[in-house]
């Protein structure tokens, strides 16, 4: 069965800590995605990764960086955690032409 | 780079159709259809490759027109089950995959 596993389900920090969201997936996919998830916003991409060590911006990437050193984990980094970063996080895999596959989401509450 | 999804919301009775639009201002290679229930993660239905086909199964289909970077997707004799967020999924050039903003429908008795 194959899985795109996401650290935590529900996560409670402060403001202005340094927050880690992390994602692994188990198939192989040469891509990897990050999207925050707010509602009648629809998903929308904060980076993603075409291979190890490679990144690009999405449409919204301020505050946030990323981090691919293996294959299969793709982390999400919050480099001083705002109110405004209060969301639901999700990260997706795929290779070309095929489906994405999602975690079940990080629901991140910045307090 | 998001696409725009039409309508943004839609309520049916069962049995009723409804139609999806998606367009994006990017040329295509293909576009992707993902229904979300609540508190669960998107669940892919259907891929379209760039070169217009129609795809279909059960009485869900949609269509892909490449000229117009836009798809449609066509939910016929509507069923309780259907009920949910619908998402197109676009890739461009460069391996970029942007969601769009979402159609909720609610399908009722």
């Known amino acids: 069965d194959v899985k795109v596993t996401q650290s935590s389900r529900y996560l409670v920090k402060r403001t202005g800590e340094k927050v880690f969201l992390e994602c692994v997936q188990d198939?192989?996919?040469?891509?990897m995605f990050w999207y925050r998830q707010d509602p009648g916003l629809g998903l929308r991409l904060i980076y993603f990764s075409y291979d190890v060590k490679m990144k690009e911006k999405g449409d919204i990437p301020e505050g946030y960086s990323v981090s691919r050193e293996k294959k299969e984990r793709f982390s999400l980094i919050l480099e001083s955690a705002s109110t405004n970063q209060t969301s639901m996080y999700l990260c997706a895999s795929s290779t070309l032409n095929t489906e994405a596959f999602f975690g079940q989401g990080t629901r991140l509450t910045v307090v | 780079q998001q696409p725009v999804q039409s309508p943004q919301a839609v309520i049916l009775r069962e049995g009723e159709d409804a139609v999806i639009n998606c367009s994006s201002s990017k040329a295509l290679y293909s576009v992707h259809w993902y229904r979300q229930k609540h508190g669960e993660a998107p669940v892919f239905l259907m891929i379209l490759l760039k070169g217009g086909e129609q795809k279909g199964h059960d009485k869900i289909s949609a269509s892909f027109n490449e000229k117009k970077q836009q798809s449609s997707l066509y939910l016929t004799a509507s069923q309780l089950s259907y009920s949910g967020t619908y998402f197109c999924?676009?890739?461009?050039?460069?391996?970029?995959?942007?969601f769009g903003t979402g159609t909720s429908l609610t399908v009722i008795p």
């Open positions: 198939m192989d996919h040469e891509n």
């Open positions: 999924g676009t890739e461009a050039t460069g391996n970029q995959f942007y």
